[in-house]
């Protein structure tokens, strides 16, 4: 089994709809994120999570929100949602005990028409 | 702020062969780490190798390799032997030893597209 998983993988939605992309993790890892990827940007930072109680802006968080329901579980939210987030969703995870590396999720393809 | 720069959009090796991606940054930290991803068409972005900066001896993992210069300010990856299963966009990415806040995220480059050929 995945060690971070993502729902939905594919999802297209419409101008204004919310929609919430959800992930989970069975790494035990206290850290997570979620990053944004566009073609020729690489992947951009919304916002990161070191514990259930810390939740901290990236920096292109405008526009979104998220929740970390419990350690493993992370939600990323598109309150209304516009066609300029359309892009590939990632959730990653890391360890803070260690420098090795943040380990990512399948992604999410959101298309926003 | 750090950057990542990856100035080979594409590159192109052939079965079996060696090919060398290469990624610059800028830093004024002594303390951090630099990895190699690769995110092959299924999207998935795997951590293929990760480099300590106060580590002098770079890091092997199989077939592929860094050649890290910190004074330059470069980290390359070296495939080698390379098979079809290496073709894929790979990912120079900065993280600093702060660990803390937001300098505990990833910094991007944009990536380089590997093809691999018969």
């Known amino acids: 089994d995945a060690d971070v998983t993502q729902t939905p993988r594919n999802r297209i939605t419409k101008t204004g709809k919310r929609i919430m992309l959800e992930c989970s993790q069975t790494k035990g890892h206290d850290r997570m994120y979620w990053y944004r990827q566009d073609p020729g940007l690489g992947l951009r930072l919304i916002y990161y999570?070191?514990?259930?109680?810390?939740?901290n802006k990236g920096e292109i968080s405008d526009g979104y929100s998220v929740s970390r329901q419990a350690q493993a579980k992370f939600s990323l939210s598109l309150e209304s949602a516009i066609p300029n987030q359309t892009a590939l969703y990632f959730c990653?995870?890391?360890?803070?005990?260690?420098?090795?590396?943040?380990?990512f999720g399948p992604g999410t393809r959101l298309t926003v028409t | 702020a750090q950057t990542v720069t990856q100035s080979q959009p594409e590159m192109s090796v052939q079965e079996a062969e060696t090919v060398t991606l290469s990624c610059t940054y800028d830093t004024s930290e002594s303390d951090y780490y630099l990895f190699w991803y690769k995110q092959p068409p299924s999207r998935q972005m795997i951590l293929v190798i990760r480099q300590e900066a106060y580590k002098q001896q770079n890091a092997t993992e199989n077939r592929f390799s860094v050649n890290f210069q910190k004074a330059a300010k470069s980290f390359s990856l070296k495939i080698s032997d390379s098979q079809l299963g290496d073709a894929a966009m790979y990912f120079c990415?900065?993280?600093?030893?702060?660990?803390?806040?937001?300098?505990?995220?990833?910094?991007f480059g944009t990536g380089t597209r590997l093809q691999v050929t018969l």
């Open positions: 990415a900065y993280r600093s030893g702060r660990n803390t806040g937001t300098a505990s995220k990833l910094t």
């Open positions: 999570s070191f514990d259930v109680k810390d939740i």
């Open positions: 990653a995870t890391s360890d803070s005990r260690t420098g090795r590396g943040q380990y």
